[in-house]
């Protein structure tokens, strides 16, 4: 073999080796950034990509995907002096390639740097209750605050979230007494609340029946108001035709009359529960002349043989016979 063709086996084989150096094949989510001479000329994305060889190089190759950080837990001091442990994590992406390349030295450090600074700034400025209770609200400012701050380099974060807020073993145990004494406050809220409105049931109750009471009462002194008129009425009208009957020389419906409220007077008397002896009038025969008025007044309604019947059949009942029968009391005239 002649050097010529030696010579042209290795032009041949260094054209090759040129031409493998020019080409780069970028992988799907990086890209990859080029140096020549030291200095960023461009950036290659995913693909098949031409270079100049032995003058440019492949710098950073950068992840363009959303990448996570976990944050380290740290000690933050509240607003109200209030200790608290506090850790998280953020999620990042890449937009810029070169930005993130020669903008920061670190930029997965710089990123969970800045995170925790803002953590201790945003915590530091809320009460302990806040902070335990507006999560998300911290969530946001801290996203808000980091993303304009990593903005130059060349990444957007898209989400910070706070994992776990511990507070002190002693603050817990606090916070637990405080949690009953609230629970128990309730408790009695609620059942004081449920014996004033069972008292005013009843109270509803107690009012109703005393209104239902009084109307039972006001129906029943109205009837009675009724009735007492009607008697009255009555009365009047008896009064009236007694007065008829003397006004037309009738002077048995005068006894009628006066024996009927004897009889009545007579009976409330012997009604009374407090009489125990009974004291007759002296004057036997004007209550007997009186009885005498009413069986006139019988006889001359009914009829004498009607009313000689009746008294045979009260004395059949009551007296045995004795072969005679008594004289007739005549009646009291006047």
Known sequence: MSGFDIFAIVLVLLVIVTLLAGVKTVPQGYDWTIERFGKYTQTLSPGL????????????????????????????????????????????QVFDAAKASYEVANLTQAI????????????????????????????????????????????KVNRIEIKDIVPPADLVEAMGRQMKAERVKRADILAAEGQRQSEILRAEGAKQGQI???????????????????????????????SEAIAKGDVAALNYFIADKYIKAFGQFADAPNQKIIMLPMEATSMLGSL???????????????????????????VP??????????????
């Open 49 to 92: 990509n031409l270079i100049v060889p032995y003058f440019d190089r492949v710098g950073r190759k950068i992840n363009m995907m959303e990448q996570v950080i976990d944050i380290p837990e740290q000690e933050v001091i509240t607003k109200d002096n209030a200790t608290v442990t506090v850790d998280g994590v953020a999620f990042f």
């Open 112 to 155: 969970t740097v800045l995170t925790m600074t803002n953590i201790r700034s945003v915590m530091g400025s809320m009460d302990l209750d806040q902070v335990l209770s507006h999560r998300d609200e911290i969530n946001e400012r801290l996203l808000r605050v980091v993303d304009a701050a990593v903005s130059p380099w060349g990444v």
């Open 212 to 242: 239902l009471q009084a109307e039972g009462r006001r129906e029943a002194a109205f009837r009675d108001a009724e009735a007492r008129e009607r008697l009255a009425e009555a009365e009047a009208k008896a009064t009236q035709v007694v």
């Open 292 to 318: 005498a008025g009413i069986g006139e007044i019988a006889k001359a309604t009914f009829g004498e043989s009607a009313v000689s019947a009746a008294a045979a059949a009260r004395r059949g009942s009551s």
């Open 321 to 334: 016979p004795t072969g005679s029968t008594p004289p007739a009391v005549p009646p009291r005239q006047g």
